[in-house]
């Protein structure tokens, strides 16, 4: 019993750290990653209170380790409380491409770009995503024309 201590302790302090490290970040991943430290630190708390016999180091920290199992499924891609900005696509100040026969905006995301998308060519409307090397191929079928 008193072996496992230090470790939960060690688990508790680090995972604590981390998890508000990362739960500070600007990306869905980011604080995703952090809430599933926060699940960890404040597991090991728990359990630290329970070999303890510490009630209110246990409540407390029980009501963390829910309060974290939430922010995780709000930040989980897609989950119920993800965050956009109407669609992260039109936060971008880049050009659009219209495609004039499947009504597709698309525009183009790069490395460095301030989201989540990989990057490629993605429709500012459904979401429809090109590859940089298939763009040529995409421009060329679907008359894609430059949206001034």
């Not at 809430?35 to 180091?57: E, M, P």
């Not at 039109?90 to 004039?100: G, V």
């Not at 525009?107 to 301030?114: H, L, N, Q, T």
Request: hydrophobic fraction near 40%; glycine fraction near 14%; proline fraction near 4%.
């Amino acid at each position: 019993m008193t072996a496992a201590l230090p470790l939960l302790q060690a688990i508790g302090l680090l995972g604590g750290i981390a998890g508000a490290a990362l739960v500070a970040g600007s990306t869905s991943r980011q604080r995703t990653a952090g809430f599933g430290c926060w699940i960890a630190g404040n597991g090991a708390w728990v359990g630290y209170a329970a070999l303890t016999g510490s009630l209110a180091l246990g409540t407390q920290f029980s009501v963390f380790l829910l309060l974290a199992v939430a922010g995780l499924k709000n930040n989980w891609p897609g989950g119920a409380g993800e965050v956009r900005i109407d669609n992260p696509i039109t936060c971008l100040s880049r050009r659009l491409f219209q495609c004039r026969a499947g009504n597709h905006r698309l525009v183009e995301v790069v490395g460095d770009d301030p989201t989540d998308l990989i990057p490629g060519y993605h429709c500012v409307d459904c979401g429809l995503y090109v590859s940089p090397q298939g763009i040529s191929r995409y421009r060329e079928t679907c008359e894609v024309y430059d949206d001034d």
